[in-house]
């Protein structure tokens, strides 16, 4: 009698930590993905990699040493764009005039490192104050 009733109980005990087990499974979620994403993501690595690549441009290398900017921190900040951001950059870029696009972008790239140094996003220039402090 009294293994039968010992036995009931640890049965009863694993029933409920089994149960509890299944409980606590994730379910995976799985879904197709669209050729609209795919390709989404891809402009968005090819955009970021035509920026960094004008980088490179010597006039574009002498206005930022001009302007005190070092070239890793404008990579940095390129790497960290959301695709919202990199799309309206490219887009602003896009309808610049073909030989104002050097100096444009640096002063595009400038405002965006002033905006996020204003929000305590970056701290790039020393002369910008943060407005949450």
Same mark, same amino acid.
């Given at each position: =009698? %009294?293994?039968?009733?010992?036995?009931?109980?640890?049965?009863?005990?694993?029933?409920?930590?089994?149960?509890?087990?299944?409980?606590?499974?994730?379910?995976? &979620?799985?879904?197709?993905?669209?050729?609209?994403?795919? #390709?989404?993501?891809?402009? &968005?690595?090819?955009? $970021?990699?035509?920026? #960094?690549? =004008? #980088?490179?441009?010597?006039?574009?290398?002498?206005? /930022?040493?001009?302007?005190? +900017?070092?070239?890793?921190?404008?990579?940095? $900040?390129?790497? @960290? /764009?959301?695709?919202?951001?990199?799309?309206? %950059?490219? &887009?602003?870029? !896009? @309808?610049?005039?073909?030989?104002?696009? +050097?100096?444009?972008?640096? +002063? #595009? %790239?400038? +405002?965006? %490192?002033?905006?996020? !140094?204003?929000?305590?996003?970056?701290?790039?220039?020393?002369?910008?104050?943060?407005?949450? $402090?």
């Amino acid at each position: =009698m %009294f293994t039968s009733t010992l036995l009931k109980r640890v049965a009863a005990v694993a029933l409920m930590l089994h149960s509890l087990m299944i409980i606590q499974i994730p379910q995976a &979620q799985a879904s197709m993905i669209g050729t609209q994403e795919i #390709l989404a993501e891809h402009q &968005q690595q090819v955009d $970021r990699e035509q920026l #960094l690549g =004008m #980088l490179d441009d010597q006039e574009v290398q002498k206005k /930022l040493e001009s302007m005190g +900017v070092d070239r890793a921190q404008v990579e940095k $900040r390129i790497n @960290s /764009l959301t695709p919202a951001e990199l799309a309206q %950059f490219n &887009q602003q870029l !896009d @309808s610049a005039p073909a030989g104002a696009g +050097v100096v444009g972008i640096i +002063v #595009l %790239f400038l +405002v965006i %490192f002033i905006i996020t !140094d204003m929000l305590c996003a970056t701290n790039i220039f020393n002369f910008v104050n943060c407005v949450n $402090r």
